[in-house]
């Protein structure tokens, strides 16, 4: 099998988190023998080369990630000029975000499933997983923690071709976190995250508060 891998962030290859993602997706995908072609929608010049591979691809993954409820802009207009397939072409998703809930995940998750049929093409699922906003913040076993799980779903996939196995599912983790730590995590953003917000935005030259709302 020969899979055609759409890196759908707008950051650039060495700031993005979704790429590191897929250096151990890939990793998996091809210890079985399988194949893979991998383009940067971040790098417009790759624009035709990526229209041309999704043409004459029928197994595609587009990975991207999900910035508090939205799918890259970036990402958009390119898939705008596609033009729909309508044959039998496989297209799936790797969906991430720095949010930890998989509840976070689904509006974007229902969103794809839109898409792969927008675009002519049979979807094969979503591999949907949060909690990787630290990816391109840490180095060596840090990093190495977070991202080694992909390797395993890349394995899977070489295997069925689809993101649908229960071992997909349970890869996501919590759909909603307990009680508990959900107000404790309240309680961090309240005090001590909300701190360093308002320093950053002070060393931005920002002079309004936080929660200050000008059209209200």
């Known amino acids: 099998m020969h899979v055609l891998i759409i890196n759908g962030s707008p950051r650039i290859k060495k700031n993005s988190n979704t790429d590191k993602i897929l250096e151990k997706f890939t990793d998996g995908l091809c210890e079985n023998g399988t194949t893979f072609e991998q383009y940067e929608v971040s790098d417009r010049k790759q624009w035709n ?11 595609i993954i587009i990975a991207l990630p999900l910035f508090v409820e939205c799918i890259p802009g970036l990402l958009i207009e390119f898939l705008e000029t596609l033009t729909p397939k309508n044959d039998d072409t496989k297209l799936g998703f790797i969906l991430q975000s720095g949010f930890a809930e998989g509840i976070q995940l689904r509006c974007g998750e229902a969103y794809l499933e839109i898409l792969a049929e927008k675009l002519g093409c049979i979807y094969t699922g979503t591999l949907v997983k949060g909690n990787n906003f630290s990816i391109r913040l840490t180095t060596g076993a840090q990093q190495e923690k977070i991202t080694l799980p992909y390797k395993e ?9 689809d993101f649908n196995s229960e071992k997909c599912r349970n890869f996501t983790g919590p759909e909603v976190f307990p009680a508990p ?3 404790l995590v309240g309680g961090l953003f ?7 917000f308002i320093k950053s935005a002070e060393s931005w030259g920002c002079t309004k508060p936080l929660d200050y709302r000008p059209y209200q």
């Open 181 to 183: 730590v959900r107000f």
């Open 190 to 196: 309240k005090t001590f995250a909300k701190k360093n």
């Open 49 to 59: 080369d990526i229209r041309n591979a999704f043409n004459k691809n029928d197994n």
């Open 153 to 161: 779903m890349g394995r899977e996939y070489a295997v069925t071709a």
